[in-house]
């Protein structure tokens, strides 16, 4: 069975900081993709971003990055220059052959001003 | 923002009563899913179904139901409510592709309260 989990439960970091979230997952699967969302406060879970597993180069969208290591089933995301509004709950999922989500249990992220 | 909605936001409701939590998208997405959610914690999948007539219980036991009449809506049903049930719940659909496309979409949830 996949199991995705995320030793942080909460992190705190200052605006304008890098932060990195981690991320370990289990699979036997060779293809699959990992996902980081992002849930604020009372609001929608939204994609922040997403890594194909046969596809070496890690993924980046504008101030969020992933550091994906396979051989170590690592899946951490870095955000840069944080700012107020990615104080959120941050989740790492895992989708493999069959299709089904696995999600860790999530890391509250705390961006002080 | 993705278009799948669900309803009611907030319901608050006595115990033994039936309710039905609504959830629908409108982007033809074949895969819909359904969590539950207690407050700042992980997620469970308690329902999923890959297509109309097509359901399956997810890793999370409930006493919940789900029917897929329609490819667009995804309800679920708790014929007795009990204290138990209260949580959120989160539906979610994906397009069903074999490739990265296949992200799941978030509804807003549903928070219940069962007194």
């Known amino acids: 069975a996949q199991t995705v989990t995320q030793s942080q439960p909460e992190m705190s970091v200052q605006e304008a900081e890098t932060v990195t979230l981690s991320c370990t997952y289990d699979t036997s699967e060779n293809n699959y993709y990992l996902f980081w969302y992002k849930q604020p406060p009372s609001r929608q879970m939204i994609l922040v971003i997403r890594?194909?597993?046969?596809?070496?180069q890690n993924a980046t969208e504008n101030r969020f990055s992933v550091n994906f290591q396979k051989a170590a089933k690592s899946f951490s995301l870095k955000i840069s220059d944080s700012q107020l509004g990615d104080t959120a709950m941050y989740f790492c999922a895992f989708r493999g052959n069959f299709n089904k989500f696995y999600f860790g249990s999530g890391t509250k992220l705390n961006v002080k001003p | 923002e993705a278009d799948i909605y669900q309803t009611p936001r907030y319901l608050v409701i006595g115990t033994g009563k039936k309710i039905t939590l609504e959830c629908s998208q409108t982007m033809g997405h074949d895969k819909m899913y359904w969590y539950q959610q207690d407050p700042g914690m992980e997620l469970h999948l308690i329902h999923y179904?890959?297509?109309?007539?097509?359901?399956e219980k997810g890793d999370l036991s409930s006493e919940s139901t789900v029917s897929r009449i329609r490819t667009e809506h995804f309800p679920l049903t708790l014929e007795s409510a009990r204290p138990s049930h209260t949580s959120q719940y989160l539906c979610?659909?994906?397009?069903?592709?074999?490739?990265?496309?296949?992200?799941?979409?978030f509804g807003p949830g549903t928070r219940l309260t069962v007194l």
């Open positions: 979610a659909s994906s397009p069903g592709t074999s490739g990265p496309q296949d992200t799941q979409y």
């Open positions: 179904s890959y297509g109309v007539n097509s359901t």
């Open positions: 890594q194909e597993a046969y596809k070496q």
